[in-house]
């Protein structure tokens, strides 16, 4: 695979090295030129998940791992269903929550531990990561117990559910978690920091686990193919998916699906009142304004990170800027979808809602709409309760992790700060 930062032209590097290195010079992503559609998509959809994954991820990655390789780490890595449900006539949830942390984020968490573990061959890596729930939890247990690798989680406190937090901050050993007293983009802006100091990447041998890394956005590419294998004829026709976007990861891992070849008709990137995106398709200016704290918490981000990539695929002409429609929408209207969703026997979140909300306003005749359904509704279980009025079941996930305690110390906002705890934890 061919992959070249989008800030320096210059560096060109293999899927490996991109996996390694997460983030290349200048803070660049890494990303791909152009694209081949796939070959004899009927047989490709036909497979079940893994085995489609496998044709996918050789397609795109190419003989950098030998089949027999590849086909492991996805077996290890995709050991879970995404089932897609109807919740009305013409819309469609695909849900993705079904992994060990409850959230899509375990699809591209599990398969760069893989990925990563593989290629630094036993030599000492530290994950340096930092989340707004979710990505945390994924790349805590994907990571959690193999030998060699560390894991630093930055996640903005008292900002994200109490059970999340949870299932990330309670494991030990070698993951290791700090409560930021900043919001999400002040961690990530460390991250960034803690990525240009070379005494950091070298010293601790730096990787990145946040959506910049290349391998997590290919294994999303398949459940969109997944999705699309469970619709019928009729759906298939002109499917429009409503992605709940934050650092718009997902949605990038969407349009290389369709790139591929397969065969969405349009996209609406739906965000809360973080709405950076959607101001600029609208209006073609990028303003982003300081992050306001939502019901959809795992979207509290005002700088996506991943967008970078969607504009170099709209410039490559990849993908069509056409396909792209931005929806912001606010917390009642949220709470609102939350309730509609209800009502038609279906239990949702606020991340899902707003992509749910995002269709009904969008869909037009003859259109199928598909919503994904990015985490389980208990994980957020405190507002879910609150707006629909019912207590919600602990999936076992989460009842087992309820009671313990958090192993996460607090820091200031400050990078300094954060860059000699990690020392101190890591270079003992
Ligand atoms: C991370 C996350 C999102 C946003 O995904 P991006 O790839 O960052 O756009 C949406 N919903 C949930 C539940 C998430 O955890």
């Given at each position: 695979?061919?992959?070249?930062?989008l800030?320096?032209?210059?560096?060109?590097?293999?899927?490996?090295?991109?996996?390694?290195t997460?983030?290349?010079?200048?803070?660049?992503?890494?990303?791909?030129?152009?694209?081949?559609?796939?070959?004899?998509?009927?047989?490709?959809?036909?497979?079940?998940?893994?085995?489609?994954?496998?044709?996918i991820?050789?397609?795109?990655?190419?003989?950098?791992?030998?089949?027999?390789?590849?086909?492991?780490?996805?077996?290890?890595?995709?050991?879970?269903?995404?089932?897609?449900?109807?919740?009305?006539?013409?819309?469609?949830?695909?849900?993705?929550?079904?992994?060990?942390?409850?959230?899509?984020?375990?699809?591209?968490?599990?398969?760069?531990?893989?990925?990563?573990?593989?290629?630094?061959?036993?030599?000492?890596v530290?994950?340096l990561?930092?989340?707004?729930?979710?990505?945390?939890?994924?790349?805590?247990?994907?990571?959690?117990?193999?030998?060699?690798?560390?894991?630093?989680i930055?996640?903005?406190?008292?900002?994200?559910?109490?059970?999340?937090?949870?299932?990330?901050?309670?494991?030990?050993?070698?993951?290791?978690?700090?409560?930021?007293?900043?919001?999400?983009?002040?961690c990530?802006?460390?991250?960034?920091?803690?990525?240009?100091?070379?005494?950091?990447?070298?010293?601790?041998?730096?990787?990145?686990?946040?959506?910049?890394?290349?391998?997590?956005?290919?294994?999303?590419?398949?459940?969109?193919?997944?999705?699309?294998?469970?619709l019928d004829?009729?759906?298939r026709?002109?499917?429009?998916?409503?992605?709940?976007?934050?650092?718009?990861?997902?949605?990038?891992?969407?349009?290389?699906?369709?790139?591929?070849?397969?065969?969405?008709?349009?996209?609406?990137?739906?965000?809360?009142?973080?709405?950076?995106?959607?101001?600029?398709?609208e209006?073609?200016?990028?303003?982003?304004?300081?992050?306001?704290?939502?019901?959809?918490?795992?979207?509290?981000?005002?700088?996506?990170?991943?967008?970078?990539?969607?504009?170099?695929m709209?410039?490559?002409?990849?993908?069509?800027?056409?396909?792209?429609?931005?929806?912001?929408?606010?917390?009642?209207?949220?709470?609102?979808?939350?309730?509609?969703?209800q009502?038609?026997?279906y239990?949702?979140?606020?991340?899902?809602?707003?992509?749910?909300?995002?269709?009904?306003?969008?869909?037009?005749?003859?259109?199928?709409?598909?919503?994904?359904?990015?985490?389980?509704?208990?994980?957020f279980r405190?507002?879910?309760?609150?707006?629909?009025?019912?207590?919600?079941?602990?999936?076992?996930?989460?009842a087992?992790?309820?009671?313990?305690?958090?192993?996460?110390?607090?820091?200031?906002?400050?990078?300094?700060?954060?860059?000699?705890?990690?020392?101190?934890?890591?270079?003992?």
């Amino acid at each position: 695979m061919h992959l070249v930062n989008l800030k320096d032209s210059t560096q060109q590097v293999s899927f490996k090295e991109a996996v390694k290195t997460g983030l290349g010079r200048q803070q660049g992503l890494f990303f791909v030129e152009s694209l081949e559609p796939l070959a004899d998509l009927d047989s490709v959809l036909a497979l079940p998940l893994a085995e489609r994954s496998k044709v996918i991820l050789g397609h795109l990655i190419g003989d950098e791992f030998s089949p027999e390789q590849l086909g492991e780490l996805i077996d290890n890595a995709f050991t879970f269903p995404a089932p897609v449900t109807q919740v009305s006539e013409h819309i469609h949830t695909l849900e993705l929550f079904h992994g060990p942390t409850l959230a899509f984020k375990d699809f591209g968490g599990r398969f760069m531990a893989q990925c990563l573990t593989d290629i630094s061959q036993g030599a000492p890596v530290t994950i340096l990561t930092a989340t707004s729930g979710d990505t945390g939890a994924a790349v805590a247990h994907a990571f959690h117990g193999i030998d060699n690798i560390n894991v630093v989680i930055l996640f903005p406190k008292g900002k994200i559910s109490p059970l999340q937090e949870k299932l990330f901050t309670t494991l030990g050993g070698n993951i290791h978690t700090v409560a930021v007293d900043g919001d999400f983009d002040a961690c990530q802006a460390m991250v960034k920091d803690a990525f240009d100091d070379e005494q950091m990447r070298n010293e601790l041998h730096l990787n990145s686990a946040n959506s910049i890394n290349i391998s997590r956005l290919l294994a999303q590419v398949c459940y969109y193919f997944e999705a699309y294998s469970q619709l019928d004829e009729q759906a298939r026709k002109e499917l429009v998916i409503s992605v709940p976007s934050g650092n718009f990861g997902n949605l990038t891992a969407g349009l290389i699906a369709k790139a591929l070849g397969l065969p969405i008709k349009r996209f609406i990137a739906a965000t809360n009142l973080n709405d950076t995106v959607p101001r600029y398709l609208e209006e073609g200016e990028w303003s982003p304004k300081d992050t306001i704290a939502t019901l959809s918490n795992a979207m509290d981000v005002s700088r996506p990170n991943n967008w970078p990539r969607i504009e170099a695929m709209i410039e490559k002409g990849i993908i069509d800027k056409d396909i792209l429609t931005g929806m912001a929408i606010d917390e009642d209207c949220t709470q609102m979808a939350m309730k509609q969703l209800q009502a038609l026997g279906y239990t949702s979140e606020p991340h899902a809602a707003l992509a749910y909300r995002s269709l009904c306003k969008s869909l037009q005749d003859g259109e199928t709409g598909l919503f994904l359904g990015t985490a389980h509704p208990a994980k957020f279980r405190e507002s879910v309760e609150n707006i629909l009025g019912e207590p919600l079941a602990l999936p076992q996930a989460l009842a087992d992790v309820a009671g313990k305690n958090s192993f996460a110390v607090e820091k200031p906002a400050d990078y300094a700060i954060i860059k000699q705890h990690m020392f101190d934890l890591l270079k003992k």
